[in-house]
C-alpha cells in the first residue's frame, strides 16, 4: 500500500533568496524537529518540494501527520537566528490543487 501525502502551501514573513533555500530548509527541518521531537518527525517526515516565489513555499508530509507540521509551523519562530512566522494558506492532496493562491 502506497503512503498518503498531503502538501501544504506556506507563506513565511521574511524572503528566502535562491541562494539560501537550501539552508533555510535544512533550518526549517531542525525547527520541525525540535517541536514536534524524533518519534514524530519520522511519522511526518516532512520534505519542502518547491518554492513559489520568495516567501511562499510548499512542504510534503505524511497524510497522519499534517495536523502536527502545520502546528509545528505556528509553534517556530526563528530559522538560522532570524525572527520568522509563518502562514498556512492551504492543504490539499496534490501540489496541483494548490494552484498559485
Do not use: W
Request: proline share 1%; hydrophobic share 40%; charged share 25%.
Amino acid at each position: 500500500m502506497r503512503d498518503k501525502r498531503r502538501y501544504i502551501l506556506v507563506e513565511s514573513s521574511c524572503e528566502v533568496a535562491e541562494a539560501d533555500r537550501e539552508r533555510f530548509s535544512s533550518g526549517l527541518y531542525s525547527g520541525l524537529l525540535q517541536c514536534i521531537g524524533e518519534a514524530n518527525y519520522h511519522r511526518v517526515n516532512p520534505r519542502v518540494m518547491d518554492f513559489v516565489g520568495n516567501r511562499r513555499f510548499i512542504i510534503r508530509s505524511m497524510l497522519d501527520g499534517c495536523g502536527l507540521t502545520v502546528a509545528a509551523l505556528a509553534m517556530i519562530k526563528k530559522v538560522n537566528g532570524d525572527d520568522v512566522y509563518f502562514y498556512t494558506l492551504k492543504c490539499s492532496g496534490t501540489m496541483k490543487a494548490l494552484g498559485s493562491v
